[in-house]
């Protein structure tokens, strides 16, 4: 916050001379990607170079404990002055409850121009009319791939062409048990997993008016497509072995010819050196229509912060055009300042990040709702089931069908 000494009178200025005029404010920021926070150190430092009197603490949170830590946090009323809100967690529940501050006052008091935010990334942070939240960034889903394997096999490297057959035979001939290589890593995940082949098979996983998809036969059919990759070609590890060794952790060991990830990976990517010699990225083959999910991470300020003032100060410079193309330039996130998107194309030029923005226009913005959490749990642990063998597709899905439409009969009461 920039504060001035014009108008103290001589007494001040002598206190002024003799030490800090103001007392030093320290603004906690959480988040949970640590590949961001190099850029994130940059852009609070710039904001501290301007605002001396704020000081900003950044708080990484692994991405598995965040949303329970956030909401137990609120709970105590010691949350974070400024957090990363996500549109499938409880964006909406915590605007609703009035527990992130509204900030269209803020926004046109100090007349904060938002017009180089796309307006979908607005849109996805408004709570009936207003904004609780300014978009960071957004992604899409593309195929990773390794082009060593790819040689090895005498593969053609994946293409806008490709469809889900031609993954399928491929990710066969990628793989090579005897070296411990699988052709494709099937994600028992909703972002690099469900979502994005429920949407390519013009399915849903929720529909417009607030119901379980999985009672479409072609969002169950999207599923066992999934299963079959891993049960009958067995191109992918088992549900258990992923569990005990991650796509990524593949990918990067050279375990893995292709996984599905998003360009919020390509920082991680790019600092590890295996994979910034062999990986690069296509967009998604293609199901039944193309599709790739999209999510999106917007800065929110908590309702019971005792230092509102300096969080808004610190979330406008977030919203800045600065602190957007230094997050672009470190390659760590596409930026929501869509004006800026190719710099974070150019800065990790060993892969293809077009690719991700080439999957913009068709596009599907995650499923969410009030308790996206109460309802995506259930997801994932029935349909691990059917991915693992345990249970037939159609049982998981009818099941899954089932208990989130209970869920989500009980939002708002």
């Known amino acids: 916050m920039k504060r001035s000494l014009i108008g103290m009178s ?5 206190v002024a001379l003799a030490g800090p005029a103001f007392a030093e404010v320290t603004l906690r920021l959480s988040i949970w990607d640590a590949n961001q926070k190099p850029a994130l150190d940059q852009i ?3 904001f501290s170079e301007e605002n001396p009197d704020i000081k900003v603490s950044i708080e990484v949170v692994p991405r598995s404990d965040y949303v329970t830590k956030l909401e137990t946090s609120i ?13 499938p967690d409880r964006f909406l529940e915590l605007a609703r409850s009035g527990l992130i501050e509204n900030l269209d006052e803020r926004i046109k ?20 009319g207003s904004l609780y939240a300014i978009p960071k960034d957004f992604d899409t889903v593309g195929l990773w791939y390794n082009k060593a394997l790819f040689d090895a096999a005498g593969v053609a490297y994946p293409d806008d062409s490709w469809t889900w057959e031609t993954l399928r035979e491929n990710a066969k001939k990628l793989t090579n048990p005897s070296k411990g290589v699988y052709g494709f890593v099937v994600n028992a995940g909703t972002r690099a997993g469900y979502y994005n082949f429920i949407a390519q098979n013009a399915g849903d996983v929720l529909t417009d008016d607030l119901k379980s998809g999985f009672d479409q036969p072609e969002t169950a059919a ?7 990759l891993i049960l009958v070609d067995k191109v992918s590890p088992t549900v258990q072995q992923t569990e005990e060794v991650n796509a990524q952790t ?7 010819a292709m996984i599905l990830d998003g360009s919020w990976r390509a920082r991680e990517f790019a600092d590890d050196p295996y994979t910034l010699e062999n990986a690069n990225i296509a967009v998604l083959p293609q199901g039944t229509v193309r599709a790739s999910s ?3 991470l917007g800065y929110s300020i908590y309702s019971g912060s005792e230092h509102k003032e300096e969080a808004w100060d610190l979330l406008k410079f977030l919203a800045s055009p600065e602190a957007a193309q230094i997050q672009a330039s470190a390659g760590a996130v596409i930026p929501s300042h869509m004006d800026q998107a190719q710099i974070w194309v150019d800065a990790i030029p060993q892969f293809n990040l077009q690719a991700f923005l080439d999957m913009v226009d068709y596009a599907e913005v995650v499923a969410h709702s009030f308790n996206t959490p109460g309802w995506s749990s259930i997801m994932n642990q029935e349909l691990k089931k059917a991915l693992a063998g345990d249970v037939s597709v159609d ?11 209970e869920v989500l009969a009980s939002e708002g009461k």
């Not at 709970?75 to 549109?87: K, T």
């Not at 607005?122 to 009936?128: I, N, Q, S």
């Open 222 to 228: 999207a599923v066992q497509f999934m299963a079959d």
């Open 10 to 14: 001589s007494l001040g200025m002598l």
């Open 294 to 296: 999209s999510g999106t």
């Open 44 to 46: 609070t430092a710039r």
């Open 75 to 87: 709970v105590g009323r010691n949350a974070p002055d400024v957090f990363w809100n996500a549109l």
């Open 109 to 128: 008091a100090d007349g904060v121009d938002l017009s180089p935010i796309a307006p979908a990334l607005l849109e996805a942070f408004t709570y009936e």
């Open 395 to 405: 049982e998981a899905t009818s099941l899954v069908a089932t208990k989130m439409n």
């Open 250 to 256: 593949r990918f990067k060991t050279g375990q893995a």
